[in-house]
């Protein structure tokens, strides 16, 4: 059974910082992409973050870069985004999403994702 499993997520203060991780089980994670996105309330899945297979390559929308980090550990099947500077316009429940084919900036292109974890920044 295939599983991505997002944790990490909470309330915080502008400012500060949260690790989110995603925990993928059921899939050759060490063979595929991955990928974070997000979603605000009433807003369309944004594309937050990539990252190749041997975490050699890194994307990242322009909104977050300089402030995310996405790294992966294929030895613990595991992909992790460090959110640093955080602001209000952070606020949404973050998904990782395994496997892209073609655009990695679509969540639709991906074989699968997870939940999702809330994460919300007060001012």
């Known amino acids: 059974q295939v599983q991505l499993v997002e944790s990490g997520g909470g309330l915080v203060q502008a400012g500060e910082s949260l690790r989110l991780s995603c925990v993928v089980s059921?899939?050759?994670?060490?063979?595929?992409?991955m990928g974070w996105f997000r979603q605000a309330p009433g807003k369309e899945h944004e594309f937050v973050a990539a990252?190749?297979?041997?975490?050699?390559?890194?994307f990242y929308a322009d909104s977050v870069k300089g402030r995310f980090t996405i790294s992966r550990d294929n030895a613990k099947n595991t992909v992790y985004l460090q959110m640093n500077g955080l602001k209000s316009e952070d606020t949404a429940v973050y998904y990782c999403a395994a496997d892209p084919d073609g655009s990695w900036s679509r969540l639709v292109d991906y074989a699968a994702w997870g939940q999702g974890t809330q994460v919300t920044v007060s001012s």
């Open positions: 059921g899939r050759t994670f060490s063979n595929e992409a």
């Open positions: 990252i190749s297979v041997n975490g050699g390559s890194t």
